[in-house]
């Protein structure tokens, strides 16, 4: 890995570009750019970093609100210089170059940073024409072979633009993790409702055209405690439906339908919309093309722990009519697929870390709030519940091939939850893994307290906003359930953040400890 | 209200006519008008010198004129009503920092409950401090 100097990155280019033409135009810069004013106004972000290399994003947005989706930018395309530095000054400069941001992205960049040092922190920047990008800090997976002695992750979903304030983000940022995991729902696509909430779309109706998809993530990185969340550290990003549409279930354009019985998203929604996602997130899935996306993937943290990171949108059966328990339970049922599901249990097969965490969007534990195992309307039909048999194979079979320590990290409901895990949630039994579930950034949620008499084996359940922090070491999995005080104030200095439950899992003994 | 020098503005004419404005003067450098705008019954300006809203009501039409928007904090829409009828115009001074953005659409609202009409507000467009 060779080392290039700050002045090389200002001035290396000139080369390239043919040396200078227009006064005003930067001399890398091509001569058919038309001027633009700073386009960093979404901020910088990084994401799925592996030992070696890590993804760079930034969308290039001088106007980021406009109503056709693409920030006010022309439609040419434009050169962007990126560099990646060991030191917040730039200083010392370990890797760099030039990528295109072209119109049909909506101008969005995915550089993916190679030959750096493994778990290793960086500094990384944008420049596009005269101007800067804030700096962002990222950093490499360890090595595939080693043990780190610790690993500082957080997780979180559910981040309603209109309904709350992202100072839970601001309180992310500070802690500096080495991984935030983004657990869903990171805008919602329904209509406005801002006469009642703390701010408001510009897009009011709901959204189902790229252009409006574009200028809704575009509006929701115009939160500076987003923005600070992504450029503080790496994500690994899956979507869960609001990204599409309310409890969108399968990969058929006949059978996909947001509720049961109701028509089928057309597929050009869904192409737009996992377009739109792909484009603002910081993620190294190819670019969709189709109205499918290649979402599940697997993240490896040394032999420290294995991050399978699900998707239960695509592939799934339509969603049960409701109360209906020879559906739930039928047998033929998939929340994942087939081939996801035989790619997690050929991975967990393979026991190569100590910890595997199954990041994903819905509930996994048994959540029947009536307790009794001959009535289903108690169950949520969109959550595993719904598809008791997808998670019966996967638990069974991550018994079956005896993993040490199998986690499940959980977003979606809005409330904080931790839970045990049971092949039968209504005899219990032994446990044989653990649920951490996070509650919303914003997303408005329930306080009504269900009867926890009726799930033993759920353990908490809260009604903050907020995030969970975890530290994983070789021995202990600590996890903390941080609230914040309010997501209704704007106020930044009169909000504040608290753990309000903390739980610890032990190497090889499933199941929650108080601590 | 931070103020700043403007440098000199030549503004071209559709028939070349040519008109030089000078340093501090009211100058609009965005616009936009109510639905439809072929009556254009509500419309703002910008004026990025001093970052300036100016909401006109240009129609009696019962309905007052509001603006709506957005700032670069992620905050917004915020409101700026003329409710004093047709034939006048309200000031929303804003402080923003040189080069921040502002998006923002002109409608047409019942001041009384401060509701916007359905099916009146502007596209929108971005402008600059």
């Keep these: 890995m060779g080392t290039v100097s700050r002045r090389t990155f200002l001035l290396g280019g000139a080369a390239a570009a043919g040396g200078a033409v227009v006064l005003g ?10 001027t633009i004013r700073y386009p960093f106004t979404l901020g910088v972000a990084s994401g799925d970093p592996l030992p070696d290399s890590v993804v760079l994003w930034t969308r290039l947005a001088p106007a980021p609100l406009n109503g056709d989706g693409l920030g006010g930018m022309p439609a040419s395309n434009f050169a962007v210089a990126w560099e990646v530095a060991s030191d917040p000054a730039f200083g010392s400069v370990v890797a760099s170059g030039t990528s295109t941001a072209v119109p049909a992205n909506a101008h969005s960049v995915h550089v993916v940073a190679g030959g750096l040092q493994p778990g290793a922190w960086y500094y990384y920047r944008f420049k596009a024409q005269t101007h800067i990008s804030p700096v962002g800090r990222t950093r490499t997976a360890p090595a595939s072979t080693t043990q780190p002695s610790s690993m500082l992750f957080a997780f979180a979903s559910c981040q309603h633009w209109e309904q709350g304030w992202y100072h839970a983000h601001r ?26 909430d703390v701010r408001g779309y510009t897009v009011t109706d709901e959204v189902d055209t790229l252009a409006q998809y574009r200028q809704r993530y575009a509006q929701h990185r115009t939160d500076p405690n987003l923005r600070a969340a992504h450029a503080a550290a790496p994500w690994a990003a899956v979507f869960d439906d609001h990204e599409v549409k309310n409890n969108w279930a399968g990969n058929d354009p006949t059978t996909t339908s947001p509720e049961p019985g109701a028509p089928p998203i057309p597929s050009t929604r869904k192409a737009a919309a996992f377009k739109a996602w792909w484009e603002n997130m910081p993620t190294r899935i190819p670019q969709p093309t189709t109205s499918s996306i290649a979402a599940y993937r697997r993240l490896q943290w040394g032999t420290l722990a294995s991050l399978h990171l699900l998707d239960t949108r695509q592939y799934r059966d339509d969603q049960a009519p409701d109360g209906s328990c020879p559906v739930m339970r039928s047998s033929t049922r998939t929340i994942t697929g087939a081939t996801q599901e035989q790619w997690l249990l050929d991975a967990l097969a393979t026991r190569s870390a100590t910890w595997d965490l199954l990041g994903q969007q819905v509930f996994f534990a048994g959540r029947d709030t009536g307790g009794d195992a001959a009535d289903c309307n108690d169950m949520s039909t969109d959550a595993w519940d719904g598809y008791t048999a997808s998670r019966q194979r996967i638990t069974q079979g991550w018994v079956n091939r005896q993993v040490r320590n199998p986690v499940v990290l959980t977003g979606d409901v809005h409330r904080h939850w931790a839970a045990n895990l049971h092949l039968d949630y209504y005899t219990g039994g032994q446990i044989v893994g653990t649920e951490l579930v996070t509650s919303s950034i914003s997303s408005l949620g329930s306080d009504t307290a269900p009867d926890l008499s009726r799930m033993p084996h759920i353990r908490y359940i809260g009604n903050q906003r907020g995030y969970v922090r975890c530290r994983l070491t070789p021995s202990q999995l600590t996890s903390e359930w941080v609230g914040i005080s309010s997501a209704f104030q704007q106020n930044p200095s009169l909000v504040t953040s608290s753990v309000v439950r903390r739980y610890a899992v032990l190497d090889g003994q499933p199941g929650l400890v108080s601590i | 209200m931070r103020r700043r020098l403007r440098n000199t503005v030549v503004v071209l004419g559709a028939v070349g006519a040519l008109a030089v404005l000078v340093p501090g003067e009211a100058v609009a450098d965005s616009s936009q008008c109510s639905v439809p705008s072929s009556t254009c019954a509500a419309r703002v300006t910008f004026q990025s010198y001093g970052e300036v809203f100016r909401v006109y009501d240009q129609v009696g039409d019962g ?21 004093n009828g047709n034939g006048t115009q309200v000031t929303v001074d804003l402080d923003l920092a040189e080069g921040d953005w502002v998006f923002y659409r002109a409608c047409l609202g019942e001041y009384g409950d401060r509701s916007l009409v359905a099916g009146t507000c502007s596209a929108g467009v971005t402008d600059y401090a």
């Design chain 1, 25 to 34: 135009v930067p001399r890398w810069a091509s001569a058919a750019e038309p």
């Design chain 1, 171 to 196: 309180f992310l940022a500070n802690d500096q993790p080495d991984l935030v995991l983004w657990l869903g729902d990171y805008i919602y696509e329904g209509t406005s409702s801002q006469a009642t």
């Design chain 2, 63 to 83: 309905h007052s004129a509001v603006l709506l928007y957005w700032l670069s904090d992620g905050s917004g829409p915020y409101y700026g009503w003329n409710p």
